[in-house]
């Protein structure tokens, strides 16, 4: 691995050399290189800012210079599981304190907040539109993927192996899966409650990784169900397309042209959708479906189960459309009528 790593610093070396930056920028950075510094590699243009090389040829010298590091696992720094699951808890306490909030904001809140808040409910329950609908299409929607689960790896996630009973489901979907399989000519199914889901690390760049929790096989594909039709729903309403990035693309180009657009990247933005704003924002019978096949506890790596605050974890099929249904509500809740959200 030490090798390997070392390769990398000697293929930047080359890169820099080979560049178009000042002079002074390549000693300072091929100090950088010698002293294996890879934080201020990743962010090395911060440190020029002020410095006459400009334009576009910068901005492409100092990105490529960034990428042969911050999302190598060659130099993922050994903390990086410690640091994500920090993070973990603390948005879970940031949604704990808006839980908090919310459970008395009709008291509360001015009468201009309860206009945007109604705005935005509106705005959710027109997108999402007829719940009976989606239950007539539900079984149709159903769909079973090759990712891991609360109870399998991702090595023996095929769909054949993850319908061998017992299939873990949440307790309060167990039921809906059993009208499902005695519908369709399995009454004899077994099926184990399970409200918790598995919660790992997986990589994210070189500082920290990101967390992701693998759900009870039974519940993911309710969950991705929601998934599906919401996508169709917010395309038809919304104009939001969430199987293309192509609009995204445009306008973030046109904001660093022209200026126009602003470009907001929210972080931790999966791991803080409340529980609470699920059932403020959404109408209760899609936030109560939801709820049925949210788990509501995690299990951490270390053996730790915690009880959700968050709605939904990343891992969950639906938080995709949740939270880019929430974003979206909020833009038009406060008065813009041109915008473009995918997930956060």
Known sequence: MKSLANEVFEITRHFVNDSSAPDDIKVRIHGWIRSRSVSQL??????????????????????QLAAFFKKNTLFTNKDADHVTLVSFAEDEGQCRRTNARLDVHEEQCSEDIKVLVKSAQLY???????????????????????GATATTSRVRSDPKSKLRPPIPVSSRGKHILEALASFWGYPEVDFLE??????EVVPKNYKTGRTIACEPTGSLPFQLAFDAYGKKRLRKKAAIDLSCQRRNQQLAWEGSVLRNWATVDMKSASNTVAFNTVFLLFPYEWADYLRNFRSKHGALPDGTVIPYEMFSSMGNGATFVIETLIFAACCHAVGSRSFSVYGD
């Open 194 to 199: 399970m409200d918790a889901n598995r919660v």
């Open 42 to 63: 990743v962010t090395a243009g911060l440190y020029f800012n002020d410095h006459a090389w400009q334009g576009r040829e910068r901005e492409r010298f100092f990105m």
């Open 124 to 146: 959710v329950a027109r997108v999402l539109g007829d719940f009976d609908r989606f239950i007539e299409d539900l079984p149709s929607l159903l769909r079973l993927t090759s």
